[in-house]
């Protein structure tokens, strides 16, 4: 379940921030819970954890930027989404890490959009930590994908090209493609499994990757290479 907490001073700002992100959520694919805060010291003395804070920058007493400083002190790592009317305060929203910043009136368009944006950055965080373990020499070895640039075929032997070096082990190509994701790896030739993250630019028989590496890409595989990889970078839009 994902926690949302909404923290705003004005009643009506408050209750129009909820169901608006009530109204654009209900639709998606997930569990969350709101809950509303009628100032910065309740959402502080707050025991429980939310993966997204809704804050509001002009309040009384303590501001958002000072609630955020709190969080941030006592290593909290919600993603802060500022709201205001102010856009003076934007550069401050940088120094506490502040996920997004909204100006008002925020739409259901708009909230719809940075939760979107919100949870894309949890799948990435999660990504991270993504691995396959493969064996050599009889020992175990983990391998994050991350850091996992293409995997090579010669003859029997899997080389594993990584931001780390190579890796090299006895194995099939075809056992590879059962371990990783399909919408972040592409099986670009018959020899080659490349990373869609380090693509850098391809045309009808090469891609480059981002550490200027070129790999093949079978012109019988260009088409669905292209849509793979469109699909890919929609991924990590906005």
Known sequence: MFKIAVCDDEILQRLD????????????????EVEEFTSGEELLSC???FDII?????????????VAKKLRE????????FITSFKEYVFQAFDVSAFH???????????????????RSFNKEKN???YIVITKSRRAIKVLLNSIYFFEMQNRIVIIHTTNGSIEYY???SNIE????????????RSYIVNLKYVMKFDKSTITLDNNEKILLSQSRYDDFSKAFLIYLKKGQV
């Open 17 to 32: 921030i909820i169901n608006k992100l009530k109204s654009a959520l209900e639709n998606m694919d997930f569990v969350f």
């Open 47 to 49: 025991k429980s954890y």
């Open 54 to 66: 809704f804050l509001d920058v002009k309040m009384h007493k303590l501001s958002g930027i000072d």
């Open 74 to 81: 006592n290593k909290n790592n919600s993603k802060i989404i």
């Open 101 to 119: 910043y909204l100006m008002k009136p925020v739409s259901k368009e708009k909230i719809l959009k940075v939760t979107n944006k919100v949870l």
């Open 128 to 130: 991270d930590d993504l």
């Open 171 to 173: 194995d099939k190509i």
């Open 178 to 189: 059962e371990k990783i994701p399909s919408s972040d790896f592409f099986r670009c030739h």
